[in-house]
């Protein structure tokens, strides 16, 4: 609600000072059109001189400079908006590659990892239960010896 009334401040602000300035350059430029209003005493009336060289240089330095200021606020905001679509642009792709690289590592680790277990798993159980199977029936033909010669 207050941020709604501070941008409508700014708003009406903005416009105000938009005009004043435009009234203001129109008194200027009609200065250095027709000159400055004098009081002639001999005459009594009011009429027009020249503007002075110092007054027409004073006001193109400011002219100046403030249409500077502007350019180059214009081109920096470009180039903030070329900077953030380069930005979003690289988050992107970071974003893809990411995805790619967790997708292949995983596809990486369930294959390989699960043969290579099973693999392992398979070779150690089959040596183990025929050893196992070797020497039980080893042990049977000797019990079996022993009992009929007891």
């Known amino acids: 609600m207050e941020a709604e009334q501070k941008l409508q401040d700014d708003i009406v602000l903005s416009a105000r000072l938009k005009r004043i300035a435009e ?17 002639d005493q001999k005459t009594g009336e009011i009429r027009r001189l020249p ?10 330095s400011a002219a100046t400079t403030h249409r ?12 903030d908006g070329q900077i953030l679509d380069k930005l979003e642009h690289l988050a992107e792709r ?39 199977e070797s020497e039980q029936s080893g042990e049977d ?5 022993e009992i009929p010669g007891s």
């Open 23 to 39: 009234r203001s350059f129109d008194v200027v430029e009609d200065r250095l059109e027709h000159g400055n209003f004098v009081f």
């Open 51 to 60: 503007v002075s060289i110092r007054d027409a240089q004073q006001v193109a």
């Open 68 to 79: 500077e200021m502007m350019e180059s606020r214009k081109t920096q905001q470009s180039n």
């Open 94 to 132: 970071f974003a893809q590659m990411a995805m790619a690289k967790t997708k292949s590592i995983r596809d990486e680790n369930r294959t390989i990892d699960m043969a290579d277990v099973v693999e392992e798993e398979d070779d150690v159980e089959e040596g183990v239960f025929s050893d196992m």
């Open 141 to 145: 033909e000797c019990l079996s010896q």
